[in-house]
């Protein structure tokens, strides 16, 4: 894309930051949309290297939709049952593979693996179904020898930086539920959490929910002796103090009433998920910043725009703001057309918040940052098939 | 809530329809993510009626999650053949029912029932399935007699008003694509289709991609003229030419490399689909705008917030511009808090755009017609209760 | 067939009631494999119907694969829960209806109502998939507009006639367990048992299992009293003291050692059941008889001889034993061959037992018995296609 | 048990053989009931060893109910499209295995191996979903620590020795067709296949059906030389003429009345399977001899009866006419009840026909042959556990 296309716009809004309102959310590693999105991207990066394994190069597929039908448990202290375990389907389109290796396999497989790196407990619990089948012939067209693969919809994706500081909070807090820290100093805090930040002008709010483990806890007294612990270490760590399970019921004698399970995930009770309805690819939900629907988990980063663009104007944002002088903030987006090489969106929209006026200079320099990294979207779409994404 | 909880904020941004460039996109009535979507919607709405009928009272379900695993076909000008069946997957939690109906049979039905309204073909190849189960006794709990069910999770609304130009555009063609004139006037237009509009400063470009069906199609050279046709036929209702199916290959001799059905489905062929993926409450995909990733289809309105606070938000920016003076845009964000009331949310912020400075007086009227819409929520949770929501 | 093809040999070994030992079982009607062959037959009742409705004449289908699932359950005096419901699932082929109906809906509707005619409890908790694929074209060709189709494989029909004392009291006791008047005397009597009968020469020995209905029973003393009842009350009708329950374990304090249920249904808590493996055609699991693997259920019998000949043999014997003299017992074989008419097996062999010895006059009417019912094996095929078959 | 209790009977009827008619048949390796009894087969015995390795001892589960859901494929001459691949389910109970593994993976692995070493093509293809589920606290009860453990069922074994010239020569042919030296002779031979043999007096026919192979078949014209070619060299070996697909249409011009397959399995399209539908544990099915209806795959044979008294009762006949001088053969009734040592049937039962006068001390042998095997019955239990059983 020349330099001319890409449009650069100065935002009078005030960053984020500044507004007196701010909301933002993040699904742990646990959470059901998340692990769906985990599982289904680990297909692909499985996929991918199994058709370069036995062909010499990528071919078409798109595993970005998946489903985790949640279980049943009975929780008690001192140890429940696990009942009716999750299940997971993981759907979509794949070239066929001449019966060198078995794609729904070779997509299981990686989606146990998977779990097994994801969750302390009950990952040999899950139920892991495929159903993946051959493409239509134009789209998989779209794959041949070619170097430089075409876009293969048109999608749109979008990407701002820097995080604010809410979110940025946010982001630690899940960091922190997630640390081996955490993980041994609290055995009873399960894999399956949600952070939700609210800031109304100088005050921000962190509320969190998080599966605690039966196993690990004798009583309800127990229950809420954790409770205020974990939200004692937090509050040290964060410097604000969250709420923990909010619905949770005081007066309740037995179970009921708590967040209480036997395997730390809510999947193991009714809790159901779905590709691309947890975080976006910065880790985080934020419903007034630019964001994208487009579930990246589970695509081919070569030519499916829906993930690439995304990943792709996350990273021009951080760059724009990085690499310019007296760029505050910067949203972007991009638009691919089917067919178009990756590398020419059909649009391309920077949108910057300066702390000085914009000059012309700097336009430019806005313009260079985003065509150098347009031109390395090939090799950026490389190293997304290998390592995959990280959406939690 | 007191008005004084309302949060208003001047946007110092115009309205978007000002800025340089602006995306949208709409999925048509028969895209996969978009049949999903309506299905668990009508579930929704046949079980909120089952359990009234049967206990007097709508009682604990959330079936917002669904998978619509595409099939396979074999596309022939003159008609080919739809191989394997598309199956839909409908996924959720419910109350049980006591024996007195199924919860499962009358999903299925209402699904069922909605395709057969929704699609000139294909209904009944459909393959549903169902996989309600019963959902944690703290969740149900919050379904008693209450007159006003609290808040079941923490969650976010958005919404904004008015469409921008583009905005409109995009969902007359919408509107278009799916006519009973365009349906008489082009037998061969399938009821998927996907509508993109991008504009670049004054420049608004529309693509189109929708499904041809066989039956109706003898030739290669047929095809092509009957693309022409619509794009004609549209180019003088919308005033705008839009480009349709870009991908398609004039080269290819046979039917491979065009978009070809036996159904007028994508989903016939491979093309899956999920609830929440597609159309906000609004009709629309708008990145740069506020939005939100929660599902709406599905929903118990009465206590889920993630349903009701984004059909709120909606309204409530609506009814700000059109009964208080000089509003030219309003967004509107609220969150709800587990547990708390739904008249009462954690945080309610409107941030406008005006045309005249922003007065107190003004300000006022903003949070006063905020806060009434805020007290009717339990009548607006009935309403959707009874009537769904319609996402295309 | 000529009657000179058909085979008439003297069987020198006595009838079966007077040999020193003899075995037989039926599956009552609420057995898991009992309900899977009901609902698949109810399933190719109704697909024939829909065929000539639409269509003026029937059409390949063969529906006779079906699994069905247990699901979970808490049973307690009183009254439990049934956790997770259990899962039938209706599998074959079908010829596609051009959509004039879907082959799916109307088979699991057909399923739907016999539960329901069937069971007085959870019939509309039982989860109903279809997996009915188009066939392959060649066996579809057998179905043409053919008044006589030709046999779609090499199969087997066997049948046997009479009854033997024992196998009449296994099938009134199975009668009476599933009486209205037992129902009305025993509500606490579940619709899922099965009868075992044995005979060591002239001592008959009867083994019931019946699942009890847990919100009829409200401690383990009552449960003991109501089987001790239930013997004594099959005792009066049948004459013959049946053992209950042999596997309850008196010690046992609470549930568990117990065959109690929450809907009277083994197939509640993880008894699984399929297609083919409960009762032959005549009610009966009969080890030293002449015995058919044939799956009757769920087939097509206008070509599909595997459920044909089974009832024809059946019947055959019947005939025999009942239109000529002397005759004391007949067991009969078919063997059809692909692509052979109906009326003209590859084999047809009919063994009888005699009270006098078997002349040639006596042989000769064999045969024309044998050969009368071959004629008329459409007018057979066409009512049980109407009317289905029964198994229990 | 004592041998007194052994009750042996002398049958006057004439050997099998020496009988006018006579039929049998057997499914082939390849075939659908065959798959799936051999993937259920082999799921039991890797959980049994699962369960050793992870606890020392067996637990409870049965595995015992599967099903094949057939594909669908599209044959073409010179090698076609395996459009959906056929989907096995294997279905049934089994203990929670505390996290130490998992078993739905256990069991979907064995079945993958056992695919991969049972045929030649598409064993990757083959989707495999688990449906194992805990089993009711009474019948996992049986399992202790208990050297002996007891029926766990009131279930019926029957066996019979020797086999018949008939069975003799449908058992060599399935051997021919599953071995080495045909698949290298006849690459175009599917694997999977049937054979069914009838005598008439002494007129023995053989129909075979074979799946042929597109990719190894170029033409109709190749079809049917190659099926020619077959039949003569299994005519050398078998001094037997068998038909071969004998619903060939020689007229037809393309693949359509062919018995021509992508994969050579007919599983891929739409021919179902179940287990239990296949053959007995003798590798035949035999309408006209003692036969059990129990599916023998996929049980725990330490308890599941059904399983363990069919090979054992096949083994007593076998051993009473080798080791037993006069008797010319032996068919075997074994009966538990639920509850009794696996040592002590409720009943047992012996029918010889000798070349000789039945006289006491033949009587005591058989009745001491009978006794021994009995004693020995655990011993053979640990052997089916680790070794699984052959039905094809």
């Known amino acids: 894309m020349t330099n001319d296309g890409i449009i650069v716009e100065l935002a009078p809004l005030p960053p984020l930051s500044r507004r007196r309102f ?38 078409h597929f798109n595993v970005d939709k998946g489903l985790l039908i949640g279980g049943r448990s009975s929780p008690r202290f001192g140890g429940g049952e696990l009942l009716l375990p999750p299940k ?25 693996t998977f779990l097994r790196q994801t969750l302390r407990r009950a990952a040999e619990a899950f139920r892991i179904e495929c159903e993946i089948r051959a493409g239509s012939a134009s789209l998989q067209g779209l794959y041949g020898t070619d170097a430089a693969p075409n876009a293969n919809d048109t999608s749109i994706g979008v990407g701002f930086w820097p995080y604010s500081p809410l979110e940025q909070v946010v982001l630690k807090t899940a960091a922190l539920l997630g640390s081996h820290t955490l993980r041994a100093r609290f055995p009873a805090a399960g894999d399956d959490f949600k952070v939700m930040g609210l800031r109304r002008d100088g005050a921000i709010a962190l509320t969190v929910a998080i599966a605690l483990v039966d196993c690990e806890v004798h009583s309800a007294a127990q229950y809420f ?63 007034a910043r630019v964001m994208s629907l487009e579930a990246a988990a589970g695509k081919n980063p070569a030519g499916h725009v829906g993930k690439l663009y995304n990943v792709l104007a996350h990273r021009i944002a951080r760059a724009v703001c990085e690499e310019v002088p007296d760029i505050a903030e910067a949203s972007v987006q991009l638009v691919s057309q089917i067919g178009r090489p990756l590398s020419e969106p059909w649009a391309a929209y920077v ?42």
């Open 22 to 59: 701010e909301i933002c959310e993040h699904k742990g590693l646990g959470h059901p949309d998340t692990l769906t999105d985990g599982a289904c991207e680990a297909a692909a990066v499985a996929l991918a290297g199994a058709y370069r394994k036995a062909f010499g190069r990528s071919m």
């Open 351 to 392: 949108q910057v918040v300066t702390s000085a006026p914009l000059s012309l200079v700097r336009r430019e320099e806005v313009r260079a940052v985003t065509a150098s990294r347009l031109a390395r979207v090939y090799e950026l779409a490389l190293r997304i098939e290998t390592e995959g994404i990280r959406l939690a």
């Open 88 to 112: 997971l389907v993981i759907c979509g389109r794949a070239a066929a593979s001449d019966g060198r290796f078995g794609v729904e396999t070779v997509a299981a497989e990686a989606a146990r």
């Open 225 to 287: 002796e954790i409770k205020q612990a974990l939200a004692d270490w937090l509050t040290v760590q964060l410097g604000i103090r969250p709420e923990i399970n909010t619905l949770d019921d005081a007066a309740a004698a037995g179970e009921a009433g708590l967040y209480l399970t036997v395997t730390g995930l809510s999947a193991e009770m009714g809790d159901d998920g779905q590709v691309g309805r947890g975080n976006r690819i910065n880790g985080l939900i934020t419903p």
